[in-house]
C-alpha cells in the first residue's frame, strides 16, 4: 500500500512539475499579480451610449465588452468606417456560428462581424484583428433577449474632432480681416510716433509695446505668439460703450491697424476661460527714455529681416 501511494506521488510531480520543478496546480506571485491586472480589465465597469440606429456603442480599450446573444438571432459588430478585417478567431466555433460581411461604399466600407450562437447560455471569447487595431469581446447567449447590433467609439476619433476644432478657429481667426503681410512697411522713425499708450491685463498675448504714426496704430506682439492663438482686437467707442472689431493685419509680430483709438481690447476664448487686454491711450507721447528703447529695438528688428 505504501509503495502505490510514493508511486502516486511521484506519478503526480511528473504530471504537474517540468524539469525545473515547477508546479503546474499553482500560479507564481507574479502571474498572479499579471493574471488580477487582466481580470480587472475584463470586469471594468464603461459607461457605454445608443447609437443612432439603436446600437450599444463601447468606447474601445476601455474594457472587455461583453456582447448578450440569443439563439436564432443575429448580433452585427460593427466595426470603424474604412477598417479592414485581417483575422477573426473564436474560442468557441462549434457552437457559435459567424460570419463576415461589408456595408457601404468606398473609401468609407464598414466591416461587419456577424454572430450567431447554437444554444442558449452559452460563453466564449472572440478576437477581431483588423489593419488598425486588435478587438478582443466575451460573448454570452440568452434564451430570448440579445443586442441586435454592437458598435464602437475610439479615441483617435476623438483627437481628430479636437484637429478639427482647432483648425475651424484658426479660419475663422484668418476670416476676421487679419491677414499677414510682407509689403507693408513698420515706421521706424520713432521722432514720429506716439508710444503713450497704457496695456492692462494678464495674459501670453499682451503686447510689448502699442504705438501710432498719426494714421494707423501698431500694436507689437510676443514674438511666441502662435498665428492661430492670436487674440481679436476690438475698438472700445466710448460714445456707444460698444465692441466693435476693426480691420487689422499682422506684420511679422505687429498688429497693423488701420485707425487710431482711444480705447481697445485684445479677446481670446470665451467664457470662464476669456483672456482680455484693455489698452488705454494717455494724452501725453512718451518720454525720450523710452523712444530711445524702441529705437534700439527696432534697429535689431532691421538686422534680422
Known amino acids: 500500500m505504501r509503495t502505490l501511494f510514493l508511486g502516486s506521488l511521484i ?77 477573426v478567431r473564436a474560442g468557441d466555433t462549434v457552437r457559435w456560428l459567424i460570419d463576415l460581411s461589408i456595408s457601404g461604399e468606398e473609401p468609407n466600407l464598414v466591416s ?38 454592437v458598435a464602437f467609439n475610439y ?57 501710432n504714426d498719426g494714421i494707423k496704430t501698431y500694436v507689437q506682439m510676443p514674438k511666441n505668439l502662435k498665428f492661430y492663438e492670436a487674440p481679436v482686437l476690438m475698438i472700445l467707442d466710448t460714445k456707444s460703450d460698444e465692441n466693435q472689431i476693426v480691420n487689422y493685419r499682422l506684420k511679422l509680430d505687429t498688429y497693423i491697424v488701420d485707425r487710431l483709438f482711444n480705447k481697445a481690447v485684445l479677446i481670446s476664448n470665451v467664457g470662464d476661460k476669456q483672456e482680455k487686454i484693455t489698452i488705454t491711450k494717455k494724452s501725453d507721447k512718451a518720454n525720450q527714455e523710452i523712444v530711445e528703447n524702441v529705437l534700439y529695438d527696432l534697429s535689431l528688428q532691421g538686422k534680422n529681416r
Open 11 to 87: 506519478l503526480s510531480s511528473l504530471l504537474f512539475a517540468d524539469d525545473f520543478g515547477r508546479d503546474f496546480a499553482n500560479l507564481t506571485e507574479k502571474e498572479k499579480k499579471d493574471l488580477a491586472i487582466a481580470q480587472e480589465w475584463i470586469r471594468s465597469q464603461t459607461t457605454t451610449m445608443s447609437g443612432s440606429n439603436g446600437e450599444v456603442v463601447f468606447l474601445y480599450g476601455a474594457s472587455m465588452p461583453s456582447i448578450v446573444t440569443a439563439p436564432l438571432r443575429l448580433t452585427d459588430i460593427a466595426l470603424e468606417p474604412g477598417e479592414i478585417i485581417k483575422d
Open 112 to 149: 461587419h462581424v456577424i454572430v450567431k450562437p447554437t444554444d442558449k447560455d452559452l460563453q466564449t471569447n472572440l478576437k477581431i484583428m483588423t489593419n488598425k487595431r486588435v478587438y478582443t469581446l466575451n460573448l454570452v447567449s440568452q434564451i430570448k433577449d440579445y443586442m441586435p447590433s
Open 155 to 211: 479615441v483617435n476619433n476623438i483627437s481628430a474632432t479636437l484637429e478639427s476644432y482647432k483648425k475651424t478657429m484658426k479660419e475663422k481667426s484668418e476670416s476676421k480681416n487679419f491677414k499677414k503681410t510682407k509689403d507693408e512697411a513698420i515706421p521706424s522713425n520713432v521722432d514720429n510716433l506716439d508710444f503713450g499708450y497704457t496695456v492692462e491685463g494678464d495674459a501670453e498675448f499682451k503686447p510689448l509695446r502699442v504705438y
